[in-house]
């Protein structure tokens, strides 16, 4: 379980690498889902690139992967606005598929779950109590 656990953490880490690098390799597409409610969509849309590179390294390395799956949920919980928002105007993006709009937010639900993972402190052997040996 645990090399399945470290496989996962680095393919959460070149995950959330990967979609921060997106922010700036297509930011047109970032700046299209803005909701208008929101200021300095650009600056908004680099900063959430940002974002995302820097928690996923920190995801991959195994000392601030706990600090950075925080800060992924609670990355995640403030994007959810802009899945709130595409889907009550769903008219407003014509090339997403309202089903995909719908299936975001269980998605959402499970990377959530992905990186609470990772906040829960591992039992190490020296934090579990020692067994009492025959006749002890």
Same mark, same amino acid.
């Given at each position: 379980m645990k090399i399945?656990?470290a496989v996962l953490r680095?393919?959460?880490?070149?995950?959330y690498?990967?979609?921060g690098? *997106?922010h700036?390799? !297509?930011p @047109?597409f970032?700046?299209s889902?803005?909701?208008?409610?929101?200021?300095?969509?650009?600056?908004?849309?680099?900063?959430?690139?940002?974002? @995302?590179?820097?928690l996923g390294i920190?995801?991959a390395?195994?000392?601030?992967?706990?600090?950075? +799956?925080?800060?992924?949920?609670?990355?995640?919980?403030?994007?959810?606005?802009?899945?709130?928002?595409?889907?009550? *105007? *769903?008219?407003? $993006?014509?090339?997403?598929?309202?089903?995909f709009l719908w299936l975001r937010f269980?998605?959402?639900g499970l990377?959530i779950?992905? /990186?609470y993972? $990772?906040?829960? +402190? /591992?039992?190490?052997?020296? !934090?579990?109590p020692?067994?009492l040996?025959?006749?002890?």
């Amino acid at each position: 379980m645990k090399i399945l656990k470290a496989v996962l953490r680095v393919g959460m880490a070149v995950f959330y690498v990967v979609a921060g690098v *997106n922010h700036f390799r !297509d930011p @047109e597409f970032y700046l299209s889902i803005m909701p208008p409610y929101l200021p300095m969509h650009q600056q908004l849309v680099y900063l959430s690139g940002i974002a @995302e590179i820097v928690l996923g390294i920190m995801a991959a390395t195994p000392r601030s992967a706990r600090l950075a +799956a925080w800060g992924i949920i609670l990355m995640l919980l403030v994007f959810l606005p802009v899945h709130v928002h595409m889907l009550i *105007n *769903n008219h407003l $993006y014509t090339e997403i598929p309202t089903s995909f709009l719908w299936l975001r937010f269980p998605a959402q639900g499970l990377l959530i779950l992905w /990186a609470y993972w $990772y906040t829960l +402190a /591992a039992k190490e052997a020296s !934090d579990r109590p020692e067994e009492l040996s025959p006749g002890a």
